[in-house]
C-alpha cells in the first residue's frame, strides 16, 4: 500500500513564526502536491513538484514556498505565519505525470493564532 | 478560468441510488476523477474517466459526457458507511488534479 505520511497532525503556531510542514511518501513516486481544505472551498492546490527540486505554483501559492531536496519529501513552508492560513493541509503524490490516481496523507490540522 | 461545479449537499436513505453531478470548464481537458473523504479522513481515490461513457466499480459507477463537459458519480444500494463528502477533480495538462468544493452526502436509515 502506498503510505503518505504528514510529520503532524495538528500544529498551533503563533502569528509571524516560520512553519514547516513535512510530507513523505514511500513509493516512489514522481509527483507531490499541497492543498489545503477550507470549510465550502474544497480542495485548493498550494503547490507541486514534478521532480527533486522541481516546483510550480498552483493555485494559491502566496504565502507559501515549498522544498523537495529528496524525491520522497516535500515540505510546505509558510514563512511568516498568518491567521489566514489557518487550515487543514493536505499532502498527496502520485506515481507520475498525467495524474489520474493521487494518495493522500492524513493531513495537518494548522491553527495560527 | 477553471472551475467546477457539483452540488454541496446530498440526503438519500440506505438501499437508495444517487447520483452526484459535475459540470466542469477547464483548458486542457484529460479526464475526470472523483474522490471519497470521510469526516476527519483523507481523500481516497474512486474513480477516472477519460473517455465518454460509463465506469462501473462495484456499488458504484461514474459517467463522463465530454462533449457536455459533464460527469456524474452514481452510488447504488447506499450504506450507512457512503456518508461521505465526494469530489470530482479535472485532471489538466496532465499534471496537477484541481478540485470542485465538494459534495456532502448524508445517509439516513
Known amino acids: 500500500d502506498v503510505k503518505v505520511t504528514q510529520s503532524s497532525r495538528y500544529l498551533v503556531k503563533r502569528t509571524g513564526e516560520k512553519v514547516f510542514l513535512e510530507c513523505v511518501q514511500d513509493?516512489?513516486?514522481?509527483?507531490m502536491f499541497w492543498y489545503r481544505q477550507d470549510p465550502g472551498l474544497g480542495l485548493r492546490l498550494i503547490y507541486f513538484s514534478y521532480d527533486v527540486k522541481m516546483k510550480e505554483k498552483g493555485d494559491i501559492p502566496e504565502g507559501y514556498s515549498v522544498s523537495r531536496e529528496k524525491k520522497e519529501r516535500f515540505s510546505l513552508i509558510l514563512e511568516s505565519a498568518s491567521t489566514n492560513q489557518t487550515s487543514m493541509y493536505l499532502c498527496?503524490?502520485?506515481?507520475?505525470?498525467?495524474?489520474?490516481?493521487?494518495?493522500f496523507g492524513a493531513g495537518t490540522r494548522l491553527s495560527v493564532l | 478560468g477553471q472551475s467546477l461545479e457539483q452540488p454541496s449537499e446530498v440526503t438519500a436513505v440506505e438501499g437508495a441510488i444517487v447520483q452526484i453531478n459535475c459540470t466542469y470548464q477547464t483548458s486542457g481537458f484529460y479526464g475526470l476523477s472523483w474522490y471519497q473523504q470521510h469526516d476527519g479522513g483523507a481523500p481516497t481515490f474512486l474513480s477516472y474517466?477519460?473517455?465518454?461513457g460509463l465506469e462501473e466499480t462495484g456499488r458504484f459507477s461514474s459517467f463522463l459526457s465530454r462533449s457536455d463537459s459533464y460527469g456524474y458519480l452514481l452510488l447504488q444500494e447506499l450504506q450507512m458507511k457512503d456518508s461521505a463528502s465526494y469530489f470530482c477533480a479535472v485532471n489538466q495538462a496532465g499534471t496537477a488534479l484541481i478540485f470542485g468544493k465538494g459534495t456532502t452526502l448524508s445517509v439516513s436509515s
Open positions: 474517466n477519460a473517455l465518454d
Open positions: 513509493m516512489d513516486h514522481e509527483n
Open positions: 498527496a503524490s502520485s506515481i507520475s505525470a498525467g495524474v489520474n490516481i493521487q494518495y
